[in-house]
């Protein structure tokens, strides 16, 4: 299946440590790749149907530091829709004036919702179903943009509905806030004062982020599996949504 990344910060925070780490997985997970950052309601969203190992683009983001304070990637390993830039992940659609961008992991068996003519899928993956049919219930239930809490009731009433046709990891974000679903496998971890040298999983890099960081500084990572050797990654338990706001998990 596929690899998901997720950062959510209290102030704008560049990824590309993370990033690294996610790409060195794309040996196996090679169907392209993509990475979103959003900026206020301004979206920088680039893919490449290309793996991340070898993608020219992918190159591009781990060695440009673009800041955010949410940011959604992704890497592919299909299972269902061909491989092609309109099955690449993460989607992004606009809802209530706001950019909203999702990226999934797993497989949906026979999802076809029926869709109205706002939100259609592009590409012919599950995950863009998936999303098309989220959009479409939130912007059913709220006739305006909500609450973050509301907002997060909403959704956990939706992922029930999805769980049931298969596997639904996902990651979902229009700016405010980070929602995170784990159906089987997502883990995250907090990074705040005191900040120290990490070291990634996959390769031998690491960084010392008491360099670049104050004691204010809080960062929420989200990651299929935990991306650092030393660091407390937490699990999901099956089922859970998260929302991270300013680098926390919410009640």
């Known amino acids: 299946m596929c690899q998901l990344l997720g950062m959510n910060a209290n102030t704008p925070t560049d ?8 790409a060195n ?18 979206l920088r ?63 949906l068996k026979d999802f076809q919702p029926r869709l109205h003519g706002a939100f259609r899928p592009v590409g012919d993956t599950d995950s863009e179903r998936a999303f098309c049919w989220l959009m479409q219930e939130l912007a059913k239930a709220h006739y305006s943009v909500p ?10 009433e939706l992922m029930p509905q999805l769980n049931a046709y298969g596997t639904f990891n996902m990651l979902l974000s229009n700016g405010q806030a980070l929602w995170a679903h784990g ?9 705040q004062h005191p900040f120290g040298r990490v070291q990634l999983q996959d390769e031998d890099m690491s960084v010392d982020f008491a360099q ?32 991270f706001v300013d680098g926390l998990p919410r009640p």
């Open 212 to 243: 670049a960081t104050t004691a204010q500084d809080r960062v929420a990572v989200i990651a299929t599996e935990p991306l650092t050797r030393d660091e407390a990654w937490v699990a999901f338990e099956p089922g859970q949504l998260k929302v």
């Open 45 to 107: 969203h680039f893919v490449d149907h290309h793996s991340a190992r070898h993608s020219p683009l992918a190159e591009l983001v781990k060695h440009y530091p673009i800041k955010s304070d949410n940011v959604i990637a992704h890497i592919r390993k299909a299972t269902q829709g061909e491989v092609k830039l309109a099955n690449t992940h993460p989607f992004q659609r606009e809802l209530w004036g706001r950019y909203w961008v999702f990226a999934h992991n797993g497989n």
């Open 183 to 191: 159906s089987t496998k997502l883990h995250y971890l907090l990074r």
């Open 25 to 42: 997985r794309a040996d196996e997970h090679k169907d392209g790749f993509g990475i979103a950052f959003f900026e206020d309601r301004g």
């Open 15 to 22: 990824v590309m440590f993370s990033f690294a780490g996610l």
């Open 147 to 156: 609450s973050i809490e509301e907002l997060s009731l909403t959704l956990a």
